[in-house]
């Protein structure tokens, strides 16, 4: 079992390298009602990021199953949140590790509304709609190479 710490902090790490790195770079820490002890309201995700005029949100989860991401592993509040973030037109992305097995998964928006929205799914097999790394910085470095090439 895990408490998740572990992988948000080595998104934070990553994020926390590419301000000192890239000028045009910002990103915000946004801590959970869990954590706050409930006082404060449910947020988009744990980070958001401000990049050469994009903007966006990464939610962090871990999982003990090799390859999947249950839909119960986001609250109602939160899917809505990150379904109007994306809407408005921020990019917003799932980086789940699978402790059980080390991978990192890269998981966009659009395949997340595909299986929990459109199919009504419990969970999503991360193998066909989602990237493996090995690591979390290849899975940020992955990321944010997309958004400074775009």
Request: overall charge negative; some cysteine.
């Amino acid at each position: 079992m895990s408490d998740g710490k572990f992988a948000e902090s080595e998104v934070q790490r990553i994020l926390t390298e590419f301000q000192s790195a890239l000028s045009s770079f910002d990103w915000q820490r946004l801590y959970d009602s869990h954590s706050a002890k409930s006082y404060i309201p449910a947020q988009v995700g744990d980070f958001l990021w401000f990049c050469n005029g994009a903007n966006g949100a990464i939610e962090v989860k871990e999982t003990e199953h090799n390859y999947r991401l249950k839909r119960d592993a986001f609250g109602d509040m939160q899917l809505a949140k990150l379904r109007q973030r994306a809407d408005a037109g921020s990019k917003v992305h799932v980086i789940s590790f699978h402790y059980e097995v080390g991978d990192w998964y890269l998981t966009d928006w659009e395949a997340m509304r595909s299986e929990f929205y459109d199919k009504g799914s419990a969970s999503m097999d991360l193998r066909s709609t989602s990237r493996r790394f090995s690591t979390c910085d290849e899975a940020i470095t992955e990321l944010f190479l997309e958004i400074l090439n775009a």
